[in-house]
């Protein structure tokens, strides 16, 4: 194969790890930003919250970590294809 | 001499591949650069879809039979060489080009150069003048005359090299005899001005998804970016001013066939409007009854849009016309 047309596969494969990784990071910030609506309303209320605060903590270290683990995940898989290739 | 390639010899995946780069290239080149992305592609002269190496030998091997007048060819934003192949009219099974053309008629040596269309038009620009600087300084016969063909950005991407050119005096820019513009947005694109307006929008709104895609919006090139003001602005804060000495020619597509017609006159060829094809008030500035501003010709080619220019027999027969001619002034023959 080209010297080329191997340095545009590679190219390739880095850019599908970052289109991945900057949408999944993107679309993590959304999802929390609409997660946290919300609890805004709900922390006006003195008698919930304190409840809310704290499911809105567990819910966010959930979101945090899928999506965190999902760019983890991401760039393994990119840079095993970059070994085997 | 300029290659003929049988267009049914090209793999379609491969030639899908190539264009997919270059439309990649197109609206995320700037970021494919910086990260060094193997995508990214160089500016270089082509040849037969292969980088052109500038040395004397490589020249004199892909073209045993050059002349001391060169035409080259610049393509526009998210495209390739390839853009300029159309059917030949006398055998449609083999493909020519403009560059081809004007060898067999005129005797100019063509070259085809591609280059990332996503970066600035002034760092392309820049680029494109020390490349012809190293052209001429390899050339194996004595260059006269230089003809430069751009096609939608690639005829900004001229104005920026010959003004980078005249400002360092390079020996190639006192033999550029004629510009040719196809259609290019020398006052912005409509939906470079679009994408503009629609990222501020989404990005001012207080709506995560909607910021979300003014971000997704905003991740477009420089080179896109650019094109909402059409000729290059540099470091001086002006645009690139028109080259003194050669004589340009704007050449000018419609949608429709009448150019009156309002499909013409709102969206021009598809993408570029009529009054920024035709220079925009810089020309209109540059040229109107000044006997010192630099000869021009305007031609309007109703029914051509805008991809088309780059590859279309009637936009050959002009500059084939024009290459014949040498007079000064200002025409128009359009409406």
Redesign the interface.
Known sequence: MET?T???????K??AR?VVDVAVQ??G??HL??ARRPYAMLARFPVVAPVSKQVEQLQTEITVGVYGAIRVVNRLVATAARRQS | MAERTESSSIPRTQALTKWGISLVNGFFGDYLRDSENGLATDMALRHAGRPLSITPDALRSVHPDTTGRLVILVHGLGCHEGIWQYPEPGDPALTTTYGEGLHREHGYTPFYLRYNTGLALAENGAHFATLLNRLLSNYPTPVTEIVLIGHSMGGLVIRSACHYGASRQAGWVERVRRVFYLASPHEGAPLAKFAHWTTDVMQAARNPVTQLIGDALNARSQGVKDLRHGAPLHHDGQSAPWLGHARHYLIVGTLHGDTAHAASVLFGDGLVRQRSAKGGSSAATAWAGDEQAPPAEIDVLPGIHHLRLAHDPAVFHKISQQCRQRTGGVVDNGD
Request: aromatic fraction near 0%.
């Open positions: 080329e191997v340095r545009q596969l590679h190219g390739a880095d850019l970052d993107k679309i910030n959304v930003a609409i």
